[in-house]
């Protein structure tokens, strides 16, 4: 039994290389770029906050499409851990040649479970996404991701597979379903990551799928309050 786990441990590095290259070989035809930096500051009451800066590339490395800002705080309590999310974000309307500024709040309650060398993660999601100008854009989108990170001893970074669909209230066609896989490398207090994800839009047809490369890096102080 031993024996099969060790191979398994072995084979989850050649099994997510292969699911990348699965999602990748989908049509899509443009790509984006988006890169993060983030900072967490973990107390030793089990909250956590963090601030994230970030920028993201549409339409195949254009000029910048959002300039986005993150405040998060959560709290782990055993295997569950609720989340709330402040974001300011500037984004670049390509047809009006103009930005526009949107301030979006979100609920995330995220369920974790550990298993031999598999760490399962379900996390739901509600967010409202309002305009700040004149004419008052609002997106209410509700979110459920399912991640699978496998802990293997053969590489020095963590590799994941993850799967996420988004609900849009108003507008059905904004559905999106998102595929994709991780690379993390954690080196003390730092973390390095690279995402490719796929994201498709069910109900419609007319918009094509993208693909989208995220780089990001972290940094975790933790302090005993």
Known sequence: MLKKIHFIKKSLPALCLYGSCFIGSAQAENTGLWVEAKYFYETSKNWELSIAPQLRFHESFQPISEYLTSLNVSKKMAAWKPQLELRY??????????FENFFRYRFNLSYEKEFAFLEWNLRLGYQ????????????KVSRIRSKFKFNTEVLDFTPALFTEYLYAHSN???????LGVDWRRKMNVHRIGLRYMLIFYPNNNGRPAYHVLRLGYELKAKRNL
């Not at 409202?128 to 997106?139: P, Y």
């Not at 059905?172 to 998102?178: A, C, D, I, V, Y």
């Open 172 to 178: 059905t066609k904004r559905n999106q379903l998102r």
């Open 89 to 98: 974000a500037r984004e670049n309307d390509v047809s009006e040649g103009i």
């Open 128 to 139: 409202n996404k309002k305009q700040l100008e004149a004419n008052r854009k609002e997106r």
